[in-house]
């Protein structure tokens, strides 16, 4: 497991950064806004409501110009398969790798380190192997599904599923 030397977080609500930075002090910074919580970050991780919020926060790192060349954003949201493409592609612009990371597994798997992460990353891509360690923190299970959009292809279908057992 790579080991924790530096995290900033951001959330809108300061509280969970702040708890953070107080669990672990001099690893962990609560930053101020979403620009200063990826200025010089190899690896960005969001987990958002949406694809259009994960669109409006690549939209501002890359007007900021806060994206840091040769990093990887490892997309935990729920998002839409096509979406993903377009997120993709701008970042890619700005010279940074966009992987889908969907998870399942509920905030019981998230607490217990126990997620199915299911990965969107072009076969043989090097990011592919820089992302496998850093899901492993909080995924048990990692699958790559094919490239980018898949992994939010499939969760989608599992939701379907899911729902029609239920």
């Given at each position: 497991a790579p080991e924790l030397t530096a995290?900033?977080?951001?959330d809108l609500s300061p509280a969970p950064g702040q708890e953070l930075e107080g669990s672990y002090a001099g690893k962990v910074t609560s930053a101020a806004d979403v620009a200063a919580a990826a200025a010089g970050a190899e690896v960005i991780?969001?987990?958002?409501p949406r694809s259009s919020n994960?669109?409006?926060?690549?939209d501002e790192l890359i007007s900021k110009k806060a994206l840091a060349p040769g990093s990887v954003w490892i997309d935990c949201t729920s998002g839409d398969p096509t979406f993903a493409s377009t997120i993709a592609a701008m970042l890619d612009e700005a010279g940074?790798?966009?992987v889908d990371a969907a998870v399942s597994g509920g905030p019981a798997g998230a607490a217990a380190g126990t997620l199915t992460?299911?990965?969107g990353v072009p076969e043989g891509s090097?990011?592919?192997e820089h992302a496998r360690p850093l899901v492993a923190q909080f995924a048990k299970n990692i699958v790559h599904c094919g490239p980018v959009g898949a992994g939010f292809a499939i969760k989608a279908v599992n939701n379907t599923m899911m729902a029609a057992h239920i």
């Amino acid at each position: 497991a790579p080991e924790l030397t530096a995290l900033s977080v951001f959330d809108l609500s300061p509280a969970p950064g702040q708890e953070l930075e107080g669990s672990y002090a001099g690893k962990v910074t609560s930053a101020a806004d979403v620009a200063a919580a990826a200025a010089g970050a190899e690896v960005i991780l969001t987990c958002l409501p949406r694809s259009s919020n994960v669109k409006s926060v690549a939209d501002e790192l890359i007007s900021k110009k806060a994206l840091a060349p040769g990093s990887v954003w490892i997309d935990c949201t729920s998002g839409d398969p096509t979406f993903a493409s377009t997120i993709a592609a701008m970042l890619d612009e700005a010279g940074c790798t966009y992987v889908d990371a969907a998870v399942s597994g509920g905030p019981a798997g998230a607490a217990a380190g126990t997620l199915t992460a299911m990965l969107g990353v072009p076969e043989g891509s090097p990011h592919m192997e820089h992302a496998r360690p850093l899901v492993a923190q909080f995924a048990k299970n990692i699958v790559h599904c094919g490239p980018v959009g898949a992994g939010f292809a499939i969760k989608a279908v599992n939701n379907t599923m899911m729902a029609a057992h239920i």
